[in-house]
């Protein structure tokens, strides 16, 4: 049996929580295809407690195998998640962005980094997304 994938997802948690929600209920399903790494930042990126959470991130991305972005309305603006995707970058992670709607802006970081889509959030999509990397 081939060995899982091991997925770290980044998402605009404050407005896209809900597909977070559904990563963990398919996550607790044993007969699904990976495994996901659950983490939100819960600082500003600029607080005091940045360093420690980006060394957190930092660990938990580096020990995933792919990085899977969901790209809502507003994940393009948020700080955190161009972050997370450099660090994946960074790290040499295998990108998969997942767009909810189609017409959502795609983080700038992720534009042109060679990341598989998946054009839909459910479980095919992301599970032929993430073989495509």
Same mark, same amino acid.
């Given at each position: ?29 044993? !007969?699904? !295809? ?100």
């Amino acid at each position: 049996m081939a060995t899982r994938s091991r997925v770290f997802s980044s998402v605009d948690y404050d407005n896209d929580k809900n597909y977070q929600n559904l990563l963990r209920a398919w996550n607790k399903n044993p !007969e699904f !295809e990976f495994t996901w790494n659950e983490t939100s930042p819960s600082e500003a990126i600029d607080s005091r407690n940045a360093d420690a959470i980006k060394a957190t991130l930092s660990r938990m991305i580096n020990e995933a195998t792919h990085f899977l972005c969901i790209v809502g309305k507003s994940t393009a603006k948020s700080r955190w998640v161009d972050w997370e995707i450099r660090k994946a970058i960074e790290l040499k992670k295998k990108l998969v962005g997942v767009k909810i709607d189609r017409d959502n802006t795609t983080p700038n970081a992720l534009l042109n980094a060679g990341a598989s889509w998946a054009m839909s959030f459910s479980q095919e999509a992301i599970l032929k997304a993430l073989k495509g990397v």
